[in-house]
């Protein structure tokens, strides 16, 4: 039994959907699981950060009652306006650097890389059958 037009076109419309939607959903689940890899990988970082700022501001307290303590007698002023200064200087350096690493987009890279790859394969796909004197 041979299908009429209409019949291939309706079938062919269909078969394009159902591609659709499985490609749809395999870049969803690609998505997902960036999200999720982003979101522990998130939660280590920042566990790690916290502990390292506590252990780093308890370091940096000590060494620097240390080193007023040394110069107590003869350059307290020195030594508590030069801890400041360094304190001040490396903080500042550290947010500077933060900020450069915040601004560095890196959320669904692969999603965003493979709907890159999925809409040129389309365009491309579309020049042909442009092209295509049939």
Known sequence: MALGPTQRAFSAAKRLLASLVSTSETRLRLAVLELEEERARLLTLLLLAGASLLLLMLG???????????????????????????????????????????????????????????????????????DDPR
Not at 84 to 110: C, D, N, P, Y
């Open 60 to 130: 940096v307290g000590t060494a620097t009652a240390l080193v007023i303590a040394i110069f107590w007698d003869t350059y307290r002023l020195t030594a508590i306006g030069v801890s400041a200064a360094v304190l001040l200087g490396l903080s500042l350096l550290l947010a500077f650097i933060a900020i450069r690493q915040a601004k560095r987009h890196t959320l669904l890279k692969e999603t965003l890389k493979q709907l890159a790859a999925d809409k040129a394969l389309l365009a491309h796909h579309h020049d042909e059958q442009r």
